[in-house]
């Protein structure tokens, strides 16, 4: 774990509830933070739509969002257990989980993982999603990374019950709802700007993000008018990016 990132992560998700509520911004911020503080090499979060189907909302890589769409898809794993259960699920050595996920052990190592461990977003009898953290290198996540992966998913929690007052389960439904639909022209945003300037889609979401910011826009909004052609694209955020150039680190 590391504890001087510690602090500043907990007040980085306060001060995102506090100065403006991106939600998807917010949950990108919640898997990019687990693993830059926890002992975990990436991140994936599922939330449960108003029916009660759970939808990949946020991944730390498109390799770990492609991979939570296989749990969906074939109905198992980690993140699956979790929200049902409502408690957290470990498995410190997917070599061994074959006969556990028989589908997606495997796609998980060959994804180049080794163990993980799900997390429930839970408010006292609810629970909304899961966060998943995937490590690549077998062994049980540390008790204490454990607790406090559990605290960054209990903020997102209640950030999403609570944000702006929330008047009660309906307003996060449509939040949640909102979200989704989000999901979708952001990932038709991403695919036109990596087509249109030679990036991967983790670099023209990146971009995307960093425009978003400087611009002082929802995420959504802007990807809605990217696709939408009513705005053009061709910096990193806030200069002029060639064609095949890469967004900084």
């Known amino acids: 774990m590391d504890t001087d990132l510690l602090p500043e992560a907990f007040v980085e998700l306060a001060d995102t509830l506090v100065a403006g509520f991106d939600l998807i911004d917010f949950l990108h911020l919640l898997t990019d933070r687990s693993v830059q503080v926890l002992d975990a090499s990436a991140a994936g979060l599922l939330l449960a739509d108003p029916r009660g189907e759970l939808r990949v909302v946020a991944a730390s890589s498109e390799q770990v969002r492609l991979l939570e769409l296989f749990q969906l898809q074939n109905d198992q794993g980690p993140c699956l257990d ?16 074959d006969e556990r996920w028989p589908r997606f052990a495997g796609i998980a190592r060959r994804a180049g993982f080794a163990a993980v461990q799900a997390l429930p977003m839970r408010l006292r009898e609810q629970t909304i999603g899961a966060l998943n953290l995937f490590r690549t290198t077998p062994g049980t996540f540390d008790t204490a990374d454990v607790r406090v992966g559990q605290a960054l998913a209990d903020v997102a929690t209640i950030g999403l019950l609570n944000e702006r007052s929330l008047r009660r ?9 909102g979200a989704l639909n989000s999901r979708v022209i952001i990932e038709q945003a991403k695919g036109k ?21 400087a611009r002082n826009c929802g995420l959504s909004d802007l990807a809605r008018d990217f696709v939408n052609g009513k705005i053009e694209l061709s910096g990193r955020g806030t200069g002029p990016l060639s064609r095949g150039a890469r967004p900084p680190s």
């Open 82 to 97: 979790c929200y049902r259960s409502g408690q957290p699920v470990a498995e410190a050595d997917l070599s061994t989980a």
């Open 169 to 177: 389960a309906e307003i996060l439904n449509e939040q949640l709802q």
């Open 193 to 213: 700007l990596a087509e249109r300037l030679g990036l991967d889609m983790e670099q023209a979401f990146a971009v995307l993000r960093r425009y978003a910011r």
